[in-house]
Every structure is written in structure tokens, then in C-alpha cells.
């Protein structure tokens, strides 16, 4: 920050106030100390660098694995949802089937009922009209 204030600085200086040799001595001085705090910078500045790239490899890493252990869960809760679905479907279609063999087997009933009762019905109507 510190630098960019004296390039900012410096660039003003140099815009023409008249002052010509006293800029200059003074903008030779301050690129001396800039380049001085950039290189004993530099080094600091370049391993706090490598630390977040290191930081970003791991955070990448992590970011990664998760993907992956998602991946495998979704997969297998996928495969366990699609069989416990198949597994809801064949009940429920058991159960309907089974409830329409016990309609048709109550039909058959009614309708053996049906035909006894028609069939006494006939009966008892011949005897009366034979005994009439």
C-alpha cells in the first residue's frame, strides 16, 4: 500500500511543476527504496502466496473427496430407492390382484346364490300353480 501511495506520489511529481532536478533526485531515491521493499517483499509476498496456493490445493482436495462420497451415496441411495420402489409396486399390485380374485370369488358366490334362490323361486311358483 505503502508503495502505490509513493508511485502515486511520484507520478504527480513528475507532472511538470517546474521543479525538474529536485523531482528527480527525489524520484530516484523513492524507485530505490520502492525496488528495495518490493525485492525484501518479494520473498515474503511469494511464501504467503505458495501458503493460499497451498490452501487452494487442499480446499480443492477436499471440495473433490465430498464430490465423490456424494457421488457414491446418491448411488447408492439411488440403487436402494429404485428397489424399495419395485419393492411398494409388487406389494401393491399383489394386494390389488388379490382383491380381485376375492370379488370375482364373491361374484361366483352371488351368483350360485342368485340361481338357487331363481331356481326355488320357480319351483315354489310351479307348486302353486299345480296345486291351484
Known amino acids: 500500500m505503502e508503495v502505490l501511495h509513493k508511485r502515486m ?3 504527480e511529481g513528475s507532472e511538470g511543476d517546474g521543479e525538474g532536478e529536485v523531482g528527480a533526485e527525489e524520484e530516484a531515491a523513492a524507485a530505490e527504496e520502492e525496488a528495495a521493499m518490493v525485492v525484501g517483499g518479494s520473498e515474503e509476498m511469494e511464501l504467503h502466496i505458495q501458503r493460499i496456493m497451498a490452501r487452494i490445493d487442499q480446499f480443492t482436495e477436499k471440495v473433490s473427496d465430498l464430490l465423490e462420497a456424494g457421488r457414491t451415496i446418491f448411488r447408492n441411495l439411488t440403487a436402494e430407492f429404485e428397489d424399495r420402489l419395485i419393492s411398494i409396486h409388487k406389494e401393491q399390485m399383489e394386494k390389488w390382484q388379490e382383491e380381485i380374485k376375492e370379488l370375482r ?3 361366483a358366490s352371488n351368483e350360485a346364490s342368485r340361481a338357487l334362490l331363481q331356481n326355488a323361486q320357480y319351483h315354489l311358483l310351479q307348486n302353486v300353480d299345480n296345486g291351484s
Open 105 to 107: 370369488a364373491q361374484d
Open 9 to 11: 506520489r511520484t507520478t
